[in-house]
């Protein structure tokens, strides 16, 4: 059985000296010079470095509780030949998938910018994330799915709200 404290992290480490760079802010709508909401206090368009890699870590530690979850989650379902023998699954698979999904969503989130400014946007959407997709049948037809059903919701909510 997994216990929730056997997959915490090493607490968070923390940058002794608080560097930070200048960062290219730009004007948001109320006029003013925006940062992007990084850091707090700084003097704008700074970053603070140590905040970010606090945010970074506090994301690992929370998806790593997830993929733990996850995984007693099916080791609790499916046991092999329904002889009800448990698998569990170790502590250093859990770090390894952990690492693999947090790699994974980087990588996915640099796509998904790219493909933003490549069609001259702001804001990424669901087109986008389809294509980042592409490469995998599996995940493009989970997508696709998701996609479906979001676009059924909004029909029948339009729908709704015009019969009104």
Known sequence: ?????EFEDDPPVRASSSKKARSHSHVNDSGGEDNGGIGGDEEE????????MMQRQQAKASLHFSVAKICEKESQENSFAGDGQRIDV???????????AYSYAE????????????????????DDVKLCARKSATLSSI???????MEDKKGKKKSTKSST
């Open 1 to 5: 059985n997994m216990d929730d404290d």
């Open 45 to 52: 368009g700074e970053i603070d470095y140590a905040e970010l």
């Open 90 to 100: 170790s502590r250093e698979t859990v770090s390894c998938l952990t690492e693999l």
């Open 107 to 126: 990588a996915m989130a640099t796509d998904l910018a790219h493909f933003c400014k490549h069609a001259k946007r702001t804001i990424v959407n669901t």
């Open 143 to 149: 997508l696709n799915g998701i996609a479906e059903g």
